[in-house]
């Protein structure tokens, strides 16, 4: 089993930044594709950002692209999500998951997810 923790959510104004981590308790992090999902009430989780197992390649929606950006520390069992830029419409639990393919991060079919934390952006 493998447990995930995110933190650094939190209410922030529009145009306002926020880093969110999650801690992985596993001594196979680096076998794991990691991505970020989002969920706004009333809406599917939605896709946000996944990355490589080593860290060398990333891939972001649409929506977030320029603003977002994921990163990984193996060492530390760490995946992260900078976020600049906040939108109103950013506005969302943040979970993060593990996966195994880059080419099917997109879809919500991760092995195992976090409990999410809250961004809240305000106009």
């Known amino acids: 089993q493998v447990q995930l923790v995110e933190s650094g959510g939190g209410l922030v104004q529009a145009g306002g930044s926020l880093r969110l981590s999650c801690a992985a308790s596993t001594r196979t992090f680096s076998s794991y594709v990691m991505g970020w999902f989002r969920q706004a009430p009333g809406k599917e989780r939605e896709f946000v950002a996944a990355?490589?197992?080593?860290?060398?390649?990333?891939y972001y929606v649409d929506s977030v692209k320029g603003r977002f950006t994921i990163s990984r520390d193996n060492a530390q069992n760490s995946v992260y999500l900078q976020m600049n830029s906040l939108k109103p419409e950013d506005t969302a639990v943040y979970y993060c998951?593990?996966?195994?393919?880059?080419?099917?991060?997109?879809?919500?079919?991760?092995?195992?997810w976090g409990q999410g934390t809250q961004v809240t952006v305000s106009s």
């Open positions: 998951g593990t996966t195994f393919k880059m080419w099917t991060a997109h879809r919500p079919d991760y092995t195992y």
């Open positions: 990355i490589s197992r080593s860290g060398g390649s990333t």
